[in-house]
């Protein structure tokens, strides 16, 4: 996906890994590696985003979903390609401006952002789009940073002072931020 700086996004690709959950893992992981490999050479990406894998859910859920990122971030870092983490609740909110959207919302606004005239199958290609749009509107290598302003513990601007400038979107996806920090924190 290209993101541009005026915060449109234009699909270039998508697809997704999929394994046959009675393969051995390690063929499994391997086809993952070999289909990111794949892609980054054919399109030579400025980065790569993940979602942040997080103990909310199920241990299999989260296991499974470490060893897919291993191989993920093994292929980019072959590369050179850096790879960015987003929680779940960082990606809704900044494809829907709720954190809490479900996977209907956040696909029905990857299909209106990316001017699709559907949804992209399976389920996780329409999730991997919203983590990409997500980065792209983050600063990932467009050169624009819709956080500038988020607040850090070296000083950035006070809440209240930046909230009365971000739009409905912006708010949300920085309460989302918040969340995540304080659960990472806790």
Partial sequence: MQVRGDRTATLVEVGVAGTQAAEPLDRRILRIWEATDEWILRHRPDALALERVFAQASVHTVIG???????????????????????PSEVKAAVTGDGRADKASVARMVVRILRLAEAP????????????ICHGWRGGGTGLDATAGTE????AR????????????????AEAEARARRGRAG
């Fill in 158 to 173: 006070p809440v209240a002072a930046r909230r009365s400038a971000m739009t409905p979107a912006q708010r949300a996806w």
């Fill in 65 to 87: 979903t470490a060893h897919a990122s291993g191989a993920v971030i093994a292929a980019a870092a072959r590369h050179g390609v850096p790879v960015a983490w987003h929680t």
């Fill in 121 to 132: 199958r399976p389920a996780d290609a329409a999730d991997a789009l919203a983590i990409a």
């Fill in 152 to 155: 850090t513990h070296q000083g």
